[in-house]
């Protein structure tokens, strides 16, 4: 099942001035969005994002600028390999790493406390950045939930439709998107997490800021992305390595700086020789006010 008119009342226009609910015009396929358009008319001017093969396409193209724009036609071509090259090469390269495993990070999510939504619906989890979607599979093993995700590539979002395509079970909402202008409305999601990709966003700080937006309050907010482990020693040739595949960035490391104001249980761990993960929550607004007191752990 693909995204229905009752996943709608969930999104929103991207536009931070707008975040209207979207009307769809278009075909269906049996109770899914096939083909269209989603329009926003309480914009000035009224503006629409176009529906293909099932898949809302939610940003402006001349909006993707900076590092995303650079590294986005670079997913698209290397989309249909990347999944293996990240299975089978990143071990190798990190080797000796017994910790070089997703789920080392997927259990930061703490996905064994989510329980039924107050609807009585499945719990629903978004990744920003959801490439051609593998950390599925580890989300599936440990809970059963609506799973969302987004990308801004669209050679990645092709790969995952293509993986997801008549996938038996709950199926896989998916949305080309920016992290920077996520189309849902405040609180949505009962989980939030991005992998691989907050180091090339072009505003960090942003970025974390619509990934808070969109989750529910004091739900963990999970980031992992490249930094040399600060704690171990490394070969040259692991400083060699890391640095080829983090030619894009001068600086890979855990952006803490970047956590929205007023975050709680800020923790940054280091999850393989190459990765960080960096958690943190949000809290309720009426708790809010306390958990400034604390500061950022």
């Known amino acids: 099942m ?47 994002y176009g529906v293909r093969g099932g898949i809302p396409f939610l940003l402006s193209d001349s909006e993707v600028e900076g590092m995303d724009g650079l590294l986005r036609p670079i997913y698209d071509m290397i989309a249909p390999v990347h999944d293996a090259g990240v299975r089978y090469m990143l071990p190798v390269l990190q080797f000796p790493d017994p910790r ?22 499945p719990p629903r989890i978004l990744e920003v950045g959801i490439g051609a979607g593998a950390n599925v599979r580890l989300i599936d093993a440990a809970v059963d939930a609506e799973i969302w995700g987004v990308d801004l590539s669209s050679g990645m979002i092709d790969e995952a439709n293509r993986r997801f395509h008549g996938r038996t079970g709950r199926s896989v909402r998916l949305a080309l998107a920016d992290a920077h202008a996520l189309p849902f409305e405040d609180g949505a999601f009962d989980r939030v997490f991005s992998v691989g990709s907050v180091n090339g966003f072009r505003e960090p700080r942003k970025a974390l800021a619509e990934m808070a937006r969109v989750a529910k309050p004091e739900t963990p907010i999970v980031v992992v992305d490249e930094e040399l482990d600060p704690k171990r020693e490394h070969l040259v040739l692991h400083r060699l390595l890391f640095r080829a595949l983090t030619a894009y960035d001068a600086n890979p490391h855990a952006p803490v700086e970047a956590v929205p104001d007023g975050a709680v249980d800020v923790e940054v761990t280091p999850v393989s020789r190459f990765y960080f993960c960096l958690r943190f929550r949000m809290p309720a607004p009426a708790a809010s006010g306390a958990a400034r007191s604390r500061g950022l752990a």
Request: proline share 7%.
């Open 2 to 48: 693909g995204i229905t008119l009752s996943d709608l009342a969930q999104m929103r226009c991207p536009i931070e001035s707008c975040r209207s609910p979207l009307l769809f015009q278009g075909t269906w396929s049996g109770a899914e969005l096939e083909s269209g358009v989603l329009k926003c008319e309480k914009a000035s001017p009224p503006h629409s």
């Open 100 to 121: 070089a495993s997703r789920r080392n990070y997927i259990t930061e999510l703490e996905l064994e406390k989510l329980g039924r939504a107050p609807g009585g619906g």
